[in-house]
């Protein structure tokens, strides 16, 4: 029997004479039994086939879910979790043992966060493919962490929710810094507009435009902050150094700090003397 549109079984016999219906009858009898038998075992190495390599995808996944270095869970319908990462035994402190069958919100989410984390999951039976954010988490030994979260919903075959794909990514430091940061930034914008002494940041490289002033700077210079910002640094140095200037500005070393005793004009045209720190 041979594969393809033409299959044929073919018979050969030691005795040359021409078969009778019966026979015919016989032989398709047989013949249609051991089509159906081979296209059985067809079927069925095919399908062991297709079997051998969904396990082999699986074990692949779990393999890569294993090493991930961000945690990673499954989470059942009812948002219940059915799997967890090494990752996230690091993360949260629990085993996976610890974690299985649990509501990551009871879990891991304290009172103040779990509204959020409810809107996230309707977004998610609503339709959105992926829904993410950060949040407070709890570890289980009650120190408190950031989170980022990206939440992705699984389904079946029909379109049905079954469950989420969950990944979190610990960034309790980096906030921490970005916040610490923010705040330094605050205290410097603070200091630089209350100080009262003129205070301005000009561009490196190129014409030296003013980046900033403070309110001081305007006061002693006369001009309006709009003014002065269409201005250069230059614009502010006597007419005869000018140019001078210009061609020093960016000749200064890199991290020095120069202090200089110059002349610089008002608005009004008045000179009068400075003492510069830059």
């Not at 435009?209 to 502010?236: K, P, Q, S, W």
């Not at 061609?247 to 009068?272: Q, T, W, Y």
């Amino acid at each position: 029997r041979s594969r393809g549109p033409g299959d044929a079984l073919e018979f050969f016999s030691a005795r040359v004479e021409v078969p009778d219906q019966v026979l015919l009858d016989t032989l398709e009898a047989v013949g249609r039994e051991l089509g159906q038998f081979m296209d059985s075992a067809e079927t069925q190495a095919i399908n062991e086939h297709l079997e051998h390599q969904r396990l082999n995808l699986l074990s692949r996944l779990e393999l890569q879910l294993e090493k991930m270095p961000i945690a990673c869970m499954m989470q059942d319908q009812d948002f219940h979790i059915v799997y967890s990462n090494p990752a996230a035994e690091r993360v949260f402190g629990f085993s996976a043992a610890e974690m299985q069958g649990r509501d990551t919100v009871e879990l891991i989410v304290p009172d103040s966060g779990r509204t959020l984390v409810q809107e996230r999951r309707k977004r998610l039976l609503a339709g959105n493919v992926s829904v993410g954010g950060s949040n407070e988490n709890i570890t289980k030994n009650g120190s408190a962490i950031i989170c980022e979260w990206k939440m992705t919903p699984l389904t079946d075959d029909n379109g049905v929710f079954t469950g989420t794909l969950v990944v979190a990514q610990e960034v309790t430091e980096r906030v921490r810094m970005i916040a610490a940061l923010e705040d330094s930034e605050a205290r410097y914008r603070q200091i630089f507009a209350l100080t009262p002494l003129p205070m301005f940041m000009r561009k490196e490289g190129g014409a030296p435009h003013f980046l900033e002033l403070n309110d001081a700077c305007l006061v002693t210079y006369g001009y309006t902050r709009d003014e002065m910002l269409a201005m250069t640094a230059a614009d502010i140095q006597i007419p005869a150094e000018r140019e001078r200037y210009l061609s020093m500005a960016d000749a200064r070393p890199e991290g020095v700090i120069e202090r200089l005793h110059k002349k610089h004009v008002r608005k009004n045209g008045e000179i009068f003397d400075v003492e510069i720190f830059s």
